[in-house]
Nanobody
Framework: VQLVESGGGLVQPGGSVRLSCVAS????????MSWYRQAPGKGRELVAS????????NYADSVKGRSTISRDNAKNTVYLQMNSLKPKDTAVYYC???????WGQGTQVAVSS
């Protein structure tokens, strides 16, 4: 099983980022997927989830209205588009297969001017 996140980087406040997570080694199309984040010195926080079909999504209040989770089952990839970024969005972002202990190495997003 492998989850490989990418797309992070240094972004100015108000900017956007699109994170990607490519999955392999399991039946991606059967599992809901989530994005989590972990800020320095804090616990891991659930950011967004999407069902296996992509029909239903859920978001943490902290990102609701400025984030979109999506997936492409043909590419075994889940995405997280984040807009209007704030310094408090600074964290390492991880994707996860819901209900499974499958984690990637994370991708760092730093929001700073």
């Amino acid at each position: 099983v492998q989850l490989v996140e990418s797309g992070g980087g240094l972004v100015q406040p108000g900017g956007s980022v699109r994170l990607s997570c490519v999955a392999s080694g399991f039946t991606f199309t059967r599992l809901a997927m989530s994005w989590y984040r972990q800020a320095p010195g804090k616990g891991r926080e659930l950011v967004a989830s999407i069902t296996s079909s992509g029909a239903t999504t859920n978001y943490a209040d902290s990102v609701k209205g400025r984030s979109t989770i999506s997936r492409d089952n043909a590419k075994n990839t889940v995405y997280l588009q984040m807009n209007s970024l704030k310094p408090k969005d600074t964290a390492v972002y991880y994707c996860n297969a819901v209900g499974r202990n499958y984690w990637g190495q994370g991708t760092q997003v730093a929001v700073s001017s």
